[in-house]
């Protein structure tokens, strides 16, 4: 199992960039698929982005073009990179951790507020 703790999330005008970070509890090398998952008020949580453990990303069609994910094992953390942000970015964002062994985890949340 693991443990995982989003940051980065903040205030941004639109047209802006975050970066947000997930860092594990332990070795992310094994684990089958890391991803970042968004809920706005009133809307269930939907996929943004996630990366399989063989390198294969998938991406929201909302999220094509402006956002990218990306791990670094070494340091056991999974990225979001948010470039253009518009005002329906806006939401709580997890980062999600899925093994066949274990099944799936989540991280508590960074607020992101897209907002001129």
């Known amino acids: 199992q693991v443990l995982l703790a989003e940051s980065g999330g903040g205030l941004v005008q639109p047209g802006g960039s975050l970066r947000l970070s997930c860092a594990a509890s332990?070795?992310?090398?094994?684990?089958?698929?890391m991803g970042w998952y968004r809920q706005a008020p009133g809307k269930q949580r939907e996929l943004v982005a996630s990366?399989?453990?063989?390198?294969?990303?998938n991406y929201a069609d909302s999220a094509k073009g402006r956002f990218t994910i990306s791990r670094d094992d070494a340091k056991n953390t999974v990225d979001l990179q948010m470039n253009s942000l518009k005002p329906e970015d806006t939401a709580v964002y997890y980062c999600?951790?899925?093994?066949?062994?274990?099944?799936?985890?989540w991280g508590q949340g960074t607020q992101v507020t897209v907002s001129s």
């Open positions: 990366l399989s453990s063989g390198g294969n990303t």
């Open positions: 332990r070795s992310i090398f094994n684990i089958n698929v």
């Open positions: 999600n951790a899925y093994s066949i062994r274990w099944g799936t985890r």
